[in-house]
């Protein structure tokens, strides 16, 4: 199951897992920092399918504004895989903040990415407010942060 139920709120996170290939390997036998944001990118995309497909909920069409990333731990050739945690943030009028941490096999958060998303209209292509829809939708993934959620070492290391 890629949702992880978060009881101290009341919501959850998704969880998805990325191979790792040689090629996300630099010089210095270590990920990429670019890589990092691929691994984010594709995060998004399986989170969107499972809200779409598992949840069968409207996820509101949105776009990435602004994206920060912080490096605290550098994945080393010995990893094959990574676990990525996704989840909300901050809601507001017309954006949102996805928090993205990605973790090792033993659980030491790698990379963490911050996505400031951004809802828009499909048929103008601008930005918009969100509907009390989206907002309900997008609070079922909400986890404030101040909370801490994806640091626990036994817990992922067992979803490897």
Not at 95 to 123: H, K
Request: net charge negative; aromatic share 10%.
């Amino acid at each position: 199951m890629p949702f992880i139920e978060y009881e101290a709120t009341g919501t959850r996170w998704h969880t998805c897992h990325r191979e790792l290939r040689w090629s996300d390997f630099d010089q210095y036998q270590h990920v990429n920092n670019a890589k990092y944001l691929e691994f984010g990118q594709d995060a998004r995309m399986v989170f969107l399918k499972d809200v779409l497909m598992e949840m069968d909920i409207a996820v509101p069409p949105m776009f990435a504004r602004h994206t920060t990333i912080d490096y605290p731990f550098p994945l080393s050739p010995g990893e094959s895989e990574v676990a990525v945690a996704s989840y909300f943030i901050d809601v507001g009028r017309k954006s949102c903040t996805m928090r993205q941490v990605v973790q090792d096999s033993v659980g030491r958060i790698t990379c963490t990415i911050d996505a400031v998303m951004v809802g828009i209209d499909v048929m103008t292509g601008k930005s918009r407010e969100w509907s009390e829809q989206d907002i309900d939708n997008i609070n079922q993934f909400l986890i404030p942060e101040d909370h801490e959620v994806v640091t626990d070492r036994a817990t992922t290391a067992a979803r490897f």
